[in-house]
């Protein structure tokens, strides 16, 4: 039952990741840089302390407590985190939108999934998940089986947008919807999107830096509410720190943008419905937010190991791909190319199949 839930809950977040962007195409007349930036208020400040406020009774206590050489390291992979999604921009400028995109997704899959149990190996800790006791039980196998298929079917995706982009010859189009002005630069690009990709998986091991703040809160729920399991939103209290780490970059990155294009008038202009775009950024802001409220759920139940990663991200993927479809940015293309995103979706599936099963023989 637990690794049932645990898939729903990692399905809620991928779904609130994979759709927090919808609301960002409402806006009316910002550039990038202005709505992101309002919309990151709501997402990093607003919401975070505000989800902690109702789930955590003294949550500010337990950060006013905690050491502060785990709040740094908390904080500093957050802003390394936020540092890798700014580069994402960049890789898929060098290599285009489905290469620059399936390199990177699949570097912060692996890597955020994997570096942990590597550590562990090697420095261990009770209740941590290592790569050896992975590699030594079945469940754990399975586990590392669906990530190997989520990869895959990561790779299949990232052909089709290839196809997708050949057939149609339009300007690519990230997946935040952002038009993308190609420049081939294959080596650049490439080792761009291997940075981005290990600093976006940061934000997993914020989490695991964080951790002993969400195990104080988890403690006092379970002296409040014996034999109940663990606290669902144990993770609420960490978030805090890693976000405010990912909004010291993502500020410096869009205010360097607002100077740079000059896009700090964006707020006073006279012919933009800014009551309507803030509304609709804090819309995207909060759901964007929920991706990690459902993933410390998802995470209660099937622990912080590779499991809870590879769901996460693997279904940000499926989702933003279903949205593609459904909002027909895939009309117009061969049934090759429908065929082979097809396939690649399908795959992904799969291994979130593989890696529930391996959870529940756990």
């Known amino acids: 039952m637990n690794a049932l839930l645990g898939v ?37 400040i607003i919401v975070p302390p505000l989800a902690a406020f ?11 407590n905690e050491s502060s050489s785990i709040l740094g390291l908390t904080f500093l992979f957050g802003a390394l985190w936020g540092i890798g999604g700014f580069m994402y921009g960049l890789g898929v400028r060098y290599l285009g939108v489905a290469l620059g995109s399936s390199i990177m997704l699949g570097l912060t899959m692996v890597i ?11 420095s261990p800790e009770e209740g941590k998940d290592n790569i050896g006791l992975l590699m030594s039980n079945s469940w754990g196998q399975f586990v590392l089986l669906g990530l190997f298929v989520c ?16 057939e149609l010859q339009t300007n690519s189009v990230d997946p935040h ?17 291997i940075i981005s ?61 607002a100077f740079k294009n000059k896009s700090y008038t964006d707020y006073t202009k006279k012919d933009v419905p800014v009551v309507k775009n803030i509304i609709f950024c804090a819309m995207a802001g909060t759901m964007w937010f929920l991706q990690f409220f459902f993933y410390g759920m998802g995470e209660s139940k099937m622990g912080n190991g590779p499991s809870s990663w590879i769901l996460h991200m693997a279904f940000i993927i499926l989702i ?9 940015e895939w009309k117009g293309v061969s049934k090759k190319t429908i065929t082979t995103i097809s396939v690649g979706m399908l795959i992904m599936f799969v291994s979130i199949l593989i890696v529930g099963y391996g959870n529940s023989l756990r």
């Open 8 to 44: 729903l809950f990692h399905f809620l977040g991928g779904f609130s990741s994979g759709s927090f962007y919808l609301p960002y195409k409402k806006v009316k007349g910002w550039q990038w840089e202005t709505f992101w930036l309002i919309g990151g208020t709501f997402s990093w």
């Open 54 to 64: 109702l789930t955590i009774p003294g949550f500010w206590d337990i950060i006013k």
């Open 112 to 122: 955020g999934s994997l570096v942990p149990s590597i550590f562990y190996e090697f």
């Open 151 to 166: 990869v895959i079917g990561i790779t299949i995706s990232g052909k089709a947008g290839v196809m997708k982009d050949k």
């Open 177 to 193: 919807g952002m038009e993308v002005k190609t420049e081939y630069k294959f080596g650049l690009g490439l080792t761009v999107a």
């Open 197 to 257: 990709g290990i600093l976006s998986a940061c934000f997993n091991f914020g989490l695991e830096a964080g951790k002993p703040m969400a195990m104080v809160a988890n403690e006092a729920w379970k002296i409040a509410n014996p034999n109940q399991g663990e606290f669902l939103f144990q993770n609420n209290v960490t978030y805090i720190v890693v976000l405010w780490g990912g909004m010291a970059s993502n500020l410096i990155g869009c205010l360097y943008l």
């Open 320 to 328: 933003a791909n279903l949205w593609g479809v459904i909002i027909k």
